[in-house]
């Protein structure tokens, strides 16, 4: 079974700072991984995702992650924080059977942005 | 439509009485998925069909939950006699295959009183 952590459930940073979310993942074979974030009162939306390939993905909104597998990580960063940043962020992974790729999703950090 | 979307959006339910949540998904997506969302916590994995059929029902927490996907295409998420402990937002997910990512409906908030 594969699980994720995310370590901490709030990280508040300045406007036009680095952000950093940290995901740790466990799985017995090689996974998908993706970055989802949810405004309040909304569904998931879909940041970026590694599948294979290049290990350093990007996403929208200035997000990249990178994929170290001897870490065991998928971290989250952007070079400089907006307000509109502020969200709760989710770290998943997934097994790619085929048919039953469900994703198994961490606790979530909280972001808050300051002026 | 052009994502997945979810009804009610809020649906307050008497501790006993039963609820269906409706699922409509991506056009053309194989895959749809439900997950449970507590407050303060990620989403978990309920169920999974692909087309009408429902591969995988592992993450159900009771059988008062039952899911249905009758032509492949909507679903519904039926939850018997509510338990306040059923008090969650419900997530519907579709997707052409796993490779592609997945897409998200806005959820149900269910409030179980």
């Known amino acids: 079974a594969q699980s994720v952590t995310q370590l901490g459930s709030h990280v508040s940073v300045s406007e036009g700072a680095l952000v950093l979310l940290r995901c740790n993942y466990s799985?017995?074979?090689?996974?998908?991984l993706f970055w989802y974030v949810q405004y309040p009162n909304q569904g998931l939306q879909l940041l970026l995702k590694y599948t294979t390939g290049a290990t350093l993905v990007k996403g929208i909104n200035g997000f990249e992650a990178e994929f170290k597998k001897s870490e065991t990580s998928f971290h989250l960063t952007k070079p400089s924080a907006h307000m509109s940043d502020a969200a709760e962020y989710f770290c998943?992974?997934?097994?790619?059977?085929?048919?039953?790729?469900?994703?198994?999703f961490g606790k979530g950090i909280t972001l808050s942005v300051r002026p | 439509g052009a994502g997945v979307s979810q009804s009610p959006r809020y649906k307050v339910a008497k501790r006993g009485q039963d609820v269906a949540l409706r699922c409509d998904p991506i056009s053309g997506h194989v895959s749809l998925f439900w997950y449970q969302q507590a407050l303060g916590q990620g989403p978990e994995f309920l169920t999974y069909f692909q087309n009408e059929a429902q591969l995988d029902k592992s993450g159900l927490p009771s059988d008062r939950f039952f899911a249905e996907r009758p032509e492949g295409s909507v679903s519904t998420l039926k939850i018997q006699r509510t338990q306040q402990e059923d008090s969650a937002v419900y997530l519907c997910a579709s997707s052409l295959d796993g490779y592609y990512g997945y897409t998200f409906g806005s959820g149900t908030r269910l409030t179980v009183v």
């Open positions: 998943a992974v997934s097994v790619p059977t085929g048919a039953n790729s469900k994703l198994t």
């Open positions: 799985s017995s074979v090689p996974p998908y």
